[in-house]
Structure formats: structure tokens, C-alpha cells
């Protein structure tokens, strides 16, 4: 075990901190916050390996430092410690992902024994993430991820404006969160809006604010996202979907870097990164006049393009075992593992709604499985080998009529080359048309020409 991994202590007593701190200087890098909210902050900037929180703190308490802890830090291993020690408390605690729970009075002794168990926990956690995290919450080994994170990392210190370009459920917002905290504003706030949540006639309110008055039901002024974010960085997801006038408000933004409240003609300067993001072909949806091209180019500085998860098949055990994981430590009794059949299932499935339909899987099998093993049957019927289904095509006519989603569910990853050559082959060679009849976006059929070797100029 590591003799100097950092353990946070939180305790609203001073001579209380000052004696766990002696018990422990020697087994660990002991820091030490006095109340929960100080504690938050810290867990804001500074790494640590274990959490050793008091229930009981006044305005922050130990459980919202515990939920804190998990969204800001999730590796970090979190010991619970109290005098008012309840069977209740102990399970909330731990449904919300505590490692274990500690009642006062203790024997030093006995908090040397559960904070040893935290630590070597921690270095397991510590060896996990060394091993598979790319990012700050960013998972994989293969090359098509390892490029993408070699762009994060070269982008994030820059304070350039970024899009995340990529299909559903591949892990924008989680690239997007890499970014904030590789960036030299990691310490300040990251605010996440989904445009299309959010109808257009309240987004503008949300982002920029509004005065009192400005509009029914406005019966107090308001500060908008933008100037809550102020200092740190406001993620736009969907930003496909936004509405043509607001685009056009976001472009000035932009440009001024001020914003204006509805209902208000005083400029306000606002210091933000934005990162955007979106599922759509932008590209096109300018060529068509439905985005805005001077926004275009304002968020199309430094663009990242997130490969579909059946572009990086060599993930997606990895990936599966890491969701089973957190489901194991979520829940007692949950699976630890899966059998060659079901890994050998996931390997093979297409998966339209990439890395979140796969946690979905996982996270469904860990609940329906009856034994410690995840086997085909557990998981969902819709991923479960159809013979009637999967056979391949004969003809290369036939093959060219499907989308490459339909196609690789016909044929799992062997009918990929095919498919390519057949669709670019119907095409002549145009990788535009290609891309469009295989229902994907332009730069991810180029990716999978390179990935099979198959070469558009063959078919011309």
C-alpha cells in the first residue's frame, strides 16, 4: 500500500482534528478542513485518496460532503465518522457510496484499522484510474480514444473556444468536463446547459438573465448562467438545436464578451470559456441556412470529434467492467464479473446509443442477474444474438440498401469491409453520397475507410 496517499480529515472541532491527525500523520499526508463547506472547496482543487468526514457540522453535513465528494472526486474512498451513530445513517451513508462508517468515541486503534482498509482501497482505485482514465473521466485504451485525449489535453490549457462533436451517448459532456479541469479554470464553475431541454423562449432567460418586469411571471431580476460561470466555463450541449435568433445573441456574446439581460440595455463583461457541443452535422446544417454561419466559426476554434463506441470496439470491455464495477460498489450482493459469452456479446453489438446504452446494459444485467456472474440471458433481449437476423448478405446490391447500423447488425464487425466497398461502389467513389446512404456523418466513414483499409479511389 502507499505510505503517503492525502486523507482528507473534516471535523467542526479543532481538537478533534488535531488528534486524528497525530494517529494518522504517520500512515498518510493528513489535511484538514473545519466545516463541510471548506471542505467542498478543497475537494474542488486539491486530489485526495480517502475522506474522513464527521456527520454532524453545522450548514454542510457530513452527507452533502459525501454527495460533493462523489461528484467532484468520485475515486476517492469516504469514511463516515459520528457520535450519533444509527443504523438509518449508516445506510443512507452508504447507499450514497460511503466505504464505511466510524462511531465516536473510537479507539485509535480502531480508526487506524478503518482508515489502513480506506488507504488500500484507495491505491486499488488509484491503480484502476492510472491504468484505464485518459481524462478525468474518460475511459480507454484503444487509439481512436488515446488521439482524442492527447487533443483534450493540448486544447484545455489554451482557453480557446471548443466544439465536441459526436453521436448520442458517446460522452460529450464528460470530454467537455475534461476540458474545465485540465484548464487553468478548473477552480471555478463549469455550468452544463442542454439547449434542446430547454424551450427557446426560456433559454435566453437561462443563459443571459432577465430584469424584473421583463416578460410575465419575471417578478424579480435574475442573473443568467453566463454570469453565474463567470471565471470558469459554460458547457452548451445541443447547440444544433438552438433557435436561429438566439444564435445570433450568442455570436455578439461571443464577440463582446459582455452580455445583456432581457429587459436591461446595460452591457455587462463576462469572463467565460464556452464549450459547445452537438449530435448534428453542423457543417451541413450551415451549407442549408439553418445555423448561423459567423457562430460557426466562433465555436468551431478548436473542434473534437468523439468516435461512436462501435468505431472503438477494443473499449468496450474495459468500459463494461468499469460500469460493473460501480454497480458492485453501489450495491452488496451486485455481479463482479461476466462470462466469456456475455463479454463476447458485447464485444459484437452495435451499440446505436454508444457508451450510455452500454452503462444502461450493465447496469440492468447487475440487477436481474441471479448469481455472481453476468451471462448472456442477463442482459437485455435486444443485444441477444438473433439467428434469423444475424446472417450475412449475398448480394452486394442488398448490402448497399442497408445503413451501416443495420449492416453491422447483420454481420457484427466482419461485414465491414464489405459494406464500405459496396455503399462506395453504388456511389462511385463519392465519399459524400457514400456517407449519406450509410446514414453516418462524413468524417466517421472517413475514419472507418481507414480503419478497414478500403480506399474511395478503387471505386471511381
Known amino acids: 500500500m502507499s505510505a503517503r496517499l492525502r486523507i482528507l480529515v473534516v471535523d467542526d472541532r479543532p481538537n478533534m482534528l488535531r488528534l ?24 474542488e482543487r486539491e486530489p485526495v485518496a480517502v475522506v474522513l468526514c464527521d456527520l454532524e457540522m453545522g450548514e454542510v453535513n457530513g452527507l452533502e460532503v459525501l454527495a460533493a465528494s462523489k461528484r467532484l472526486q468520485p475515486r476517492a474512498v469516504f469514511v463516515l465518522m459520528t457520535a450519533y451513530a444509527s443504523v438509518e445513517t449508516a445506510i443512507q451513508a452508504m447507499r450514497m457510496g460511503a466505504y464505511d462508517y466510524l462511531a465516536k468515541p473510537f479507539e ?28 478525468p473521466g474518460v475511459y480507454g485504451r484503444s ?61 435566453e432567460s437561462e443563459l443571459f438573465g432577465h430584469s424584473k418586469g421583463a416578460f410575465t411571471g419575471a417578478g424579480r431580476e435574475r442573473a ?6 463567470d471565471g470558469g466555463t459554460v458547457f452548451l450541449d445541443e447547440i444544433g438545436d438552438m433557435q436561429a435568433s438566439l444564435q445570433a445573441k450568442l455570436t455578439r456574446v461571443l464577440e463582446e464578451r459582455s452580455i445583456r439581460r432581457l429587459g436591461e440595455t446595460r452591457e455587462r463583461a463576462i469572463d467565460v470559456r ?34 461512436p463506441l462501435r468505431e472503438h470496439r477494443d473499449d468496450v470491455e474495459l468500459l463494461a467492467r468499469r460500469f460493473l464495477a460501480e454497480e458492485a460498489d453501489k450495491r452488496a450482493g451486485v455481479p463482479r464479473n461476466f462470462s466469456p459469452a456475455a463479454l463476447d456479446l458485447l464485444r459484437g453489438c452495435a451499440w446505436p446509443g454508444n457508451v450510455r446504452q452500454l452503462r444502461a446494459a450493465v447496469e440492468r444485467a447487475s440487477i436481474l442477474a441471479s448469481g455472481p456472474v453476468i451471462d448472456v440471458d442477463d442482459l437485455p433481449p435486444d443485444l ?6 444475424d446472417q450475412p448478405v449475398d448480394d452486394d446490391a442488398e448490402l448497399a440498401s442497408l445503413t451501416w447500423q ?23 467513389g463519392k465519399v459524400a453520397a457514400a456517407a449519406a446512404r450509410a446514414g453516418i456523418e462524413r468524417e466517421s466513414f472517413y475514419r472507418l475507410l481507414r480503419k478497414y483499409g478500403v480506399h474511395a479511389d478503387d471505386f471511381r
Open 20 to 43: 486524528v491527525h497525530k494517529i494518522l500523520r504517520d500512515d498518510a499526508e493528513v489535511v484538514c478542513a473545519e466545516d463541510g463547506s471548506a471542505a467542498i472547496e478543497l475537494l
Open 108 to 135: 485509535p486503534a480502531d480508526l487506524r484499522a478503518v482508515v489502513l482498509r480506506a488507504l488500500g482501497r484507495a491505491d486499488i482505485e488509484l491503480a484502476a484510474a492510472d491504468q484505464d482514465a485518459l481524462l
Open 143 to 203: 487509439p481512436e480514444m488515446v488521439e482524442l485525449a492527447a487533443m483534450v489535453r493540448r486544447i484545455a490549457p489554451t482557453d480557446a473556444t471548443a466544439l465536441v462533436l459526436g453521436e448520442t451517448g458517446t460522452g460529450k459532456e464528460r470530454v467537455a468536463r475534461a476540458l474545465h479541469q485540465l484548464s487553468t479554470r478548473a477552480n471555478r464553475r463549469f455550468v452544463a446547459v442542454n439547449c434542446a431541454a430547454i424551450p427557446g423562449e426560456l433559454l
Open 224 to 229: 443568467g448562467l453566463f454570469e453565474d460561470a
Open 274 to 307: 464556452l464549450i459547445a457541443a452537438t449530435h448534428r452535422d453542423v457543417e451541413a446544417m450551415v451549407s442549408a441556412g439553418t445555423f448561423r454561419e459567423d457562430l460557426w466559426y466562433r465555436i468551431n476554434v478548436a473542434t473534437l470529434r468523439l468516435p
Open 384 to 389: 441477444r444474438p438473433n439467428a434469423a437476423f
Open 406 to 428: 443495420a449492416a453491422i447488425d447483420r454481420g457484427r464487425d466482419r461485414m465491414a469491409p464489405r459494406y464500405l466497398a459496396a455503399v462506395l461502389g453504388a456511389e462511385q
